[in-house]
């Protein structure tokens, strides 16, 4: 043992320290961006999540009197589908699928030829990833 710590250098200190480092850094670098996107979801999707509601509501208005709200519903459906995109940005992996089905479901809604039915389909859609998220956000309550 006494050979081996004669034999070493200080190139070979030096680059066994230099590799310690890279290690360490990668370590650190994961560690905040993980602390960064938990603050940026806990403090911005709370607020996206209640336009996302709003939006929603006034949906549920337009399906009552669906045949006299179709401009109405295409402004919604245009504002939800923005607030959708940022929040796919800030949710984790298994939520941002869920956020990309409604996504596809509002882009593929075309008022010609569309009903009340396919409204209400996008209506539930937006209710599940409400839901979802908003379990989320309790489950992250209890790992943090």
């Not at 479901?105 to 998220?133: F, H, M, P």
Request: net charge positive; aromatic share 10%; charged share 25%.
């Amino acid at each position: 043992m006494l050979e081996f710590i004669k034999g070493i250098s200080y190139s070979d200190l030096g680059n066994s320290a230099s590799i310690l480092g890279l290690l360490l850094t990668i370590l650190i670098f994961i560690n905040l961006w993980t602390i960064k996107r938990f603050y940026i979801f806990t403090a911005r999707v709370p607020e996206l999540l209640k336009k996302l509601c709003k939006h929603s509501g006034a949906i549920a208005e337009y399906h009552k009197d669906f045949s006299n709200s179709h401009r109405e519903i295409d402004l919604e459906l245009a504002g939800i589908e923005i607030i959708l995109k940022s929040l796919k940005g800030k949710v984790i992996r298994k939520t941002k699928s869920s956020v990309n089905r409604v996504i596809k479901c509002v882009r593929n809604y075309n008022r010609i030829g569309q009903s009340q039915k396919d409204l209400w389909a996008i209506y539930v859609e937006i209710q599940k990833l409400i839901t979802e998220i908003e379990e989320l956000q309790s489950d992250l309550k209890w790992e943090h």
